[in-house]
């Protein structure tokens, strides 16, 4: 479908940062299919701009970590026809909910006597903690290809429903691993399932649509597109219950060890797609309104 306007002109679209790491942008710029529909007028990445003009679609990536954070949604939300969150940061905390963490929230705000730098929030936020938002796009970053499905509204995009199944690797029935292997150790097997060698995978829980990159590269799923529909819409530890249920089905890992190794900070990314929902009160996102 064209994001045309019905005049012939570019529909405007905008993108704003908060705090994240800037791969949402990166990616977004791996792409260039949407030059012919739209008019890219905000992103302080490559075009300078004081505030955020009117415009049909504003993309948010990024955190609420801070107050200025927090402003500037505030502000650009006010000056769009349509808000899109994309990437994990926007959607669950992401890379900056890391911070919420005591040890390292303790750090940052040793330096009591800092000046002229945002304050922190005693917690880093999604953004529809604080402003409407029409469509969510998770990922960690979203793929160019999903960046162009959800701008240009795309009825050609196909997405799988979970990650296994556009990982292409078998499922072995007879290879039972008795421990997990820890990241970066030991061999990976090409074709065979990342969890039949022992690898904490969860790409079966995990909705599909990036066309699984990570496993295919041989490492595994860390889940940053967020629960599959089956899983979106209930609580975090249903997600967490389903992996124990996959994991004690193919393997003799014994639960604890999962459980724990989901929840350790060496593995903090889960974390990360957990921390919206886990034991908070944020609700969950419609999965009629995520890509
Ligand atoms: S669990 Fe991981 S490695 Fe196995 S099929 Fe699913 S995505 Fe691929
Ligand atoms: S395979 Fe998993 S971790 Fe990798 S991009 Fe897809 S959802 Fe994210």
């Avoid at 791969?23 to 955020?52: F, K």
């Avoid at 065979?192 to 990159?213: D, E, M």
Wanted: proline share 7%; with cysteine; net charge neutral.
């Amino acid at each position: 479908m064209s994001s045309r306007e019905g005049n012939g002109k570019l529909k405007r679209f905008a993108v704003l940062q908060l705090s994240g790491c800037a791969g949402c942008e990166v990616s977004l710029l791996n792409a260039n299919e949407w030059l012919e529909e739209y008019q890219l007028v905000y992103m302080p990445l490559v075009i300078s701009a004081y505030i955020v003009p009117h415009v049909d679609v504003l993309l948010v990536s990024g955190g609420v970590r801070t107050d200025e954070d927090l402003y500037n949604l505030r502000r650009a939300t006010r000056q769009a026809d349509q808000v899109i969150a994309v990437g994990t940061c926007a959607i669950s905390g992401g890379v900056a909910s890391l911070g919420n963490r005591d040890d390292v929230r303790e750090l940052f705000l040793a330096g009591g006597d800092r000046r002229h730098i945002p304050r922190l929030l005693p917690r880093c936020a999604p953004i529809d903690s604080a402003v409407m938002v029409d469509r969510y796009l998770p990922g960690c970053p979203p793929t160019p290809e999903l960046f162009m499905a959800i701008l240009l509204d795309s009825t050609d995009f196909r997405a799988s429903r979970i990650v296994c199944q556009e990982c292409g690797r078998r499922k072995l029935r007879d290879v039972r691993p008795a421990h997990l292997t820890g990241f970066q150790h030991g061999h990976v097997e090409p074709d065979i399932c990342l969890i039949n060698q022992g690898y904490l995978c969860i790409g079966s829980s995990t909705r599909g649509g990036c066309r699984a990159p990570c496993p295919r590269a041989g490492h595994p799923c860390v889940g940053c597109r967020g629960p599959s529909d089956a899983l979106i819409e209930r609580e975090a530890q249903d997600w967490m219950d389903s992996i124990q249920r996959v994991f004690a089905g193919m393997t003799d890992i014994p639960p604890d060890e999962v459980a724990e190794a989901l929840r350790s900070p060496q593995l903090a990314l889960f974390l990360f797609q957990f921390s919206d929902y886990a034991g908070s009160s944020a609700r969950p996102r419609p999965k009629e309104k995520v890509l």
